[in-house]
Structures are given as structure tokens and as C-alpha cells.
């Protein structure tokens, strides 16, 4: 299974070929690492495949993406599917190691008003997953309140202290919640996951969380974008044989995004993790870069 393992002289990226498909890592600022592409999983295990269906248990979209070799896999309280992905890792019978589970808290009243309120739901996602740990946990969008934030991050801290938690970010956060968190946690946020897409990169948060050392996760790299820019990266995708998925993505995770594309059909799936092996042009990429 394990065939190479290559340092490529770039600063923590490490490629790891597994199988036939390669996936590239980057270190967080706590020395682990992540996978830089991953599955979105808001619609997964429900009935009709829609985000308030009812959870069925199935877990055929996840049993394709592992085969495939997805083995990031991003949840949510909010999605009710944490059982769903602790169900298809255990079934895949690979070693939990190999996977990288993420979920996240929300922030309204009825999970953090209270210590113990949080301290319970956290608990709640550990005992869904029931996968010994969770890889990451993020805060799934700022409260109002920086101090609230930064009551909620404090219990997180205790989690990654007792090793329940291996990593701790945030989600929707802008440069000044990252900035007020950062200058009162013991523990630095590892990543910030927002909407990023050909359209909306938010550049500005991109570049405040590379210079912070907080890993940026982009969500929705395809579900927003207009018709017009899509003809675009269809046309530019022809010259390189790969699709305008293909071309976002591979564009992403060249700017030092991580990516959790998902899709309900293998063949998007595949096309969704096959990005590694073409290089876009410089002027390309500038397209992109100035798509608004
Ligand atoms: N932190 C947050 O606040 C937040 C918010 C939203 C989402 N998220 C996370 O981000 C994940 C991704 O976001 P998302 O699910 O909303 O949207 P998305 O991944 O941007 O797009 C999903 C849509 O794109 C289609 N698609 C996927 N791959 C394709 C391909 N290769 N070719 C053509 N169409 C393709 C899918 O249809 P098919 O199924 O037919 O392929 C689906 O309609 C979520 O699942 C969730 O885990 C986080």
C-alpha cells in the first residue's frame, strides 16, 4: 500500500503515495499533519442525500471516497452525520491512523451557554465519531463575542490536553476574531476554514492566515460559483484535459489551500482527487486569482 514517501524541499508539504493515488500533507503549527484534500460530508448518510434528510446510516458515499482514497473526512454537529463517518472508517477496516476526521461546534445558545453545555457536546461528537479521537475540532462560526470564543477555545484546550482532540482551529472566522483568539490562547489555532471559491477567495484572509501560521481551509470551492466564471474554467481546463473542477482545486491547493470538495458521485469523486499530476500556467493561475 505504502510505495514512496517524498520530502519536495517545500516548506511542510509532504506527498505520500498510497495505492495509486497521491496525496499531498501539510504541517499544521503543532507538527501535525493533514491531508490537503478531503471529503465534505454535509449531505452524507441523509435521506435524498439532502442536508435535513433524515440520517439513513448508509454510508455508500463514503465507502466510494475511501476506495478512492479520501481520508480526510470533514463532519459537524450541525450535520447530525458524525455517527455516519465513525461508521464507514470502522467498515473500511484501514487503520484509523490513516484517516483525519474533522468536526465542528456551533456556537449558538444550546451548545456553548454554559462550561458544561460545551463540555457536553464535545463529548457528544467524541462518542458519535467513537474513534478513540478526533483529529480536529473547530469552532464552527464565531460568536459575536470574542470573550465567548474565547471561553469555548479554553474547554477546547482541555480536550487537546487529555489527547481526546489531537488539533484545535476555527471556522468562518475573520482576521480580527483570529487575532484576539491568538493573542489570549495557550493553544494557536492550527486552521481556519471559510468559503473560498473562483469568485470569493477572500485573498485578504487567505494571506492573514499564511502569515499567522494558521492553515486555510477552503469550503464551497464549487456550490457558489456563476455561470460565467464556470465557462471560463471550462475553456481553460480543455488545454490541460482535466475538467474546471479539476482546475479550481489543483488552483487551491497550489495557493497552500486545503480542500474538502464533495460530491455524491464516483466519477466526481475521482475527478475531485485525481488533481495532483498538472501544473496550471502562471497566467492561468492569475486568471483565477483575479476572478471576482
Ligand atoms: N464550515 C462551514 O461553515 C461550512 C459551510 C458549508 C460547507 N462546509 C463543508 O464543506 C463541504 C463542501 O461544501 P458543499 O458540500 O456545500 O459544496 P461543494 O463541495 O462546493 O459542492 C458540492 C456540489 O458540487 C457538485 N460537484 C462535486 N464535484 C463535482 C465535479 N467533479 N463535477 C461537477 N460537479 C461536482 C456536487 O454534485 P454531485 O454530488 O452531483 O457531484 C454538489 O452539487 C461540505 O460538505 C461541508 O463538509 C463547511
Excluded at 464507514?88 to 477496516?93: C, G, L, M, P, R
Amino acid at each position: 500500500m505504502f510505495a514512496t514517501y517524498d520530502m519536495l524541499g517545500l516548506t511542510g508539504i509532504i506527498y505520500l503515495r498510497k495505492g495509486c493515488v497521491y496525496m499531498k500533507y501539510l504541517t499544521m503549527n503543532n507538527g501535525l499533519t493533514i491531508p490537503i484534500l478531503g471529503t465534505g460530508t454535509n449531505t452524507f448518510g441523509k435521506e435524498n442525500g439532502s442536508f435535513n434528510g433524515k440520517i439513513t446510516y448508509d454510508t455508500k458515499e463514503l465507502r466510494s471516497a475511501i476506495e478512492l482514497g479520501y481520508r480526510s473526512i470533514d463532519t459537524a454537529i450541525y450535520y447530525r452525520n458524525e455517527a455516519v463517518i465513525g461508521k464507514a472508517v470502522k467498515e473500511s477496516n484501514i487503520d484509523r491512523s490513516e484517516f483525519f476526521i474533522t468536526s465542528k461546534i456551533p456556537t449558538d445558545k444550546e451548545y456553548i451557554e454554559t462550561n458544561e453545555l460545551v463540555q457536553h457536546h464535545v463529548e457528544q461528537s467524541l462518542n458519535a465519531i467513537d474513534l478513540d479521537y478526533i483529529d480536529l475540532y473547530l469552532i464552527h462560526f464565531p460568536h459575536e463575542s470574542n470573550e465567548e470564543n474565547l471561553r469555548v477555545w479554553r474547554i477546547l484546550e482541555t480536550f487537546v490536553e487529555k489527547g481526546l482532540i489531537k488539533s484545535i482551529g476555527v471556522s468562518n472566522f475573520k482576521e480580527d476574531q483570529l487575532s484576539y483568539l491568538i493573542k489570549h490562547a495557550k493553544i494557536k489555532p492550527v486552521l481556519n476554514q471559510f468559503q473560498s471559491y473562483p469568485g470569493k477567495h477572500q485573498q485578504s484572509l487567505i494571506d492573514f492566515c499564511k502569515a499567522n501560521d494558521i492553515i486555510p481551509e477552503a469550503y464551497q470551492s464549487f456550490a457558489k460559483l456563476d455561470a460565467k466564471t464556470k465557462d471560463i474554467l471550462i475553456e481553460m481546463a480543455k488545454s490541460y484535459k482535466k475538467t474546471w473542477s479539476q482546475i479550481i482545486l489543483n488552483y487551491q491547493v497550489n495557493e497552500g489551500l486545503v480542500v474538502i470538495p464533495k460530491s455524491h458521485n464516483k466519477q466526481h469523486q475521482f475527478e475531485n482527487i485525481d488533481i495532483f499530476d498538472f501544473e496550471l500556467t502562471k497566467k492561468d493561475r492569475e486568471t483565477i486569482k483575479h476572478m471576482n
